[in-house]
């Protein structure tokens, strides 16, 4: 209204309209234009800081990936290390087994003897060919364990002459009786890192470098073959060091900003090299296209927030059945508890009482009728024997009064009686008590459905082992058999049974924010392997 009655005004007076609109153009105008410039001078700050924060979001993402892969290694390392033919020294069928494995991994496993300073068993070299002397290719991991003594350690990036190619070793001390019998080490090719970091999405012209300890170059995302192994032109990367960003100028000339991550498991640095040019381009460009970059500011803003809230709906549907399936499992528990006290007290008692009416009977008996009379005492103690089972299977009242370690180890002990197969029990974590009834619960039901599985399924078997372990971090579970073994990712036919058991221990497993891991073969045994976070909020899988 006061904008007309200005135009109205100026009409009336003879070539003061013109002037007037430029001067109300430019008032609204010129504000607009500085406003504009300065919100895209913020605007280019910004995406060189987002593109920092992406940058670093891809060190610590790549460091994940490669942690990972290298935590697989030394779960690989520690397994075999804990193998029987190790232990027998039956070291023809370790090979045999290792060979499968490194096969099936990629990679190289090495058994030596440190005392006679030779190797024993190579994965890379027939079986019965001569093996080399010498053990520098584990020199660095057997000085660093015998300094530090915690697991399985991480080399440095080293030419493998067996393998003929560079490689990083993860390698364990074979420990017997207190004292280290050997070194078992699991060579990892460099490619296989560099294969992690071609498979990673980065933005176009961002380059991927691993630094080792000693500033040589583990992997590249490009031109990885004629880099790895080599060391970098300017070191500067220190042990003390853990996050940073250095510009450098690379070996092809241009200039980088590499965001570099220190591995707290390894000692390598990861770093996430970005152009100059890129970094450079906002600030350059946005004089002439911060409009365009408003938009696309805003597109993507909407883009994210309906990304976002469509997450958000998934994890709260995600949440919802996840706590259906865990009162499912738990109402599943208390009908167990419930039939087990019934089976106990009810009909326990009552053949009991009809046990002490039959002996009464059988006194007042002649002998023929005695006979009879004991007969059918056996059978009702036999049918009270197995009614007790059945209700300690249901519901083992043992877990809260012995606790778990003791009823897993008195269950297992009777599963070896009952079906005539060895089994062993192992639980290293003495305060396994202390973990939540569910987890306690999970853990005994999982032991519960391997061993019937076995039973069942694993024709052959001689052995079974349990092992309960625990780090800072997660409870390990493993269960290996000799038996028959199967193939796990063959279509389930006359095994449809025993796969729904482990899709049982799965479904356990998920609500507890783990998975099953299964290594089998036929003829080969079978290895389950479950880790449950402890952490203090559990991921929702």
Not at 40 to 56: F, N, P, S, Y
Not at 452 to 472: D, I, Q
Not at 474 to 482: A, N, Y
Request: proline letters at 4%; hydrophobic letters at 40%; glycine letters at 8%.
């Amino acid at each position: 209204m006061h904008v007309s009655r200005y135009l109205r005004t100026l009409s009336r007076k003879a070539g003061s309209a013109r002037h007037g609109i430029s001067a109300l153009v430019a008032v609204v105008l010129i504000p607009t234009l500085l406003a504009g410039w300065w919100f895209a001078g913020r605007l280019a700050d910004d995406q060189r800081a987002l593109i920092d924060r992406q940058a670093e979001q891809a060190a610590r993402g790549i460091t994940a990936l490669i942690e990972n892969e290298l935590r697989i290694a030394r779960s690989v390392v520690v397994s075999l290390a804990n193998s029987r033919s190790i232990a027998l020294e039956n070291f023809q069928h370790f090979d045999t087994r290792a060979k499968e494995i490194a096969k099936q991994l990629g990679m190289q496993i090495i058994l030596a003897d440190p005392y006679l300073n030779q190797q024993i068993t190579n994965t890379a070299i027939p079986w019965g060919a001569p093996l080399p002397r010498g053990l520098a290719f584990i020199r660095e991991a057997i000085d660093q364990e015998l300094s530090q003594r915690e697991g399985p350690v991480v080399s440095n990036v080293f030419f493998a002459p067996s393998a003929k190619q560079h490689v990083t070793a993860v390698t364990l001390p074979v420990v017997r009786d207190g004292k280290i019998s050997y070194f078992l080490s699991l060579g990892i090719p460099t490619r296989t890192i560099a294969e992690i970091l071609g498979n990673t999405l980065l933005p176009e012209h961002w380059a991927v470098s691993i630094v080792d300890r000693n500033n040589t170059i583990v992997a590249r995302s490009e031109k990885h073959d004629e880099f790895t192994g080599t060391k970098i032109r300017n070191p500067f990367l220190k042990p003390e060091m853990t996050f940073g960003r250095r510009s450098g100028v690379n070996r092809e000339g241009v200039t980088y900003q590499w965001t570099y991550l220190r591995s707290e498991q390894t000692g390598w640095f990861i770093s996430v090299g970005v152009p100059e040019a890129v970094l450079a381009a906002p600030r350059k460009n946005a004089e002439t296209l911060y409009l365009i970059a408003a938009a696309i500011l805003l597109s993507a803003g909407f883009g994210a927030a309906y990304y976002v809230g469509g997450r958000i709906e998934s994890r709260q549907a995600e949440r919802q059945q996840e706590h259906l399936r865990r009162r499912l499992m738990q109402a599943q528990e208390d009908e167990r508890l419930r039939l087990a006290r019934e089976l106990h007290d009810e009909t326990g008692q009552g053949l009991t009482a009809v046990m002490l009416q039959i002996k009464n009977m059988e006194k007042a008996a002649d002998e023929p009728r005695r006979s009879q009379f004991r007969q059918l005492r056996v059978h009702l103690d036999q049918m009270g024997k197995s009614l007790h089972r059945v209700a300690a299977d249901l519901r083992p009242a043992s877990i809260d009064e012995l606790g778990l370690a003791n009823s897993l180890s008195t269950y297992i002990a009777d599963w070896s009686l009952r079906t005539g197969v060895g089994a062993d029990f192992h639980c290293s974590d003495d305060n396994i008590d202390e973990h939540s009834e569910e987890i306690k619960t999970a853990l005994f039901r999982i032991v519960q459905e391997a061993l019937t599985n076995v039973a069942k399924h694993a024709a052959g078997v001689t052995t079974v082992g349990v092992v309960l372990s625990r780090s800072p971090s997660m409870l390990r579970l493993t269960i290996v058999d000799d038996g028959c073994g199967f193939e796990p990712l063959a279509r389930p036919d006359e095994g449809g049974k025993r796969r729904l058991g482990l899709a049982g221990i799965r479904e356990r497993l998920r609500l507890l924010g783990s998975d099953l891991e299964i290594e089998s073969a036929p003829g080969q045994g079978t290895s389950l392997f479950a880790r449950i976070p402890l952490a203090p909020t559990r991921m929702v899988a």
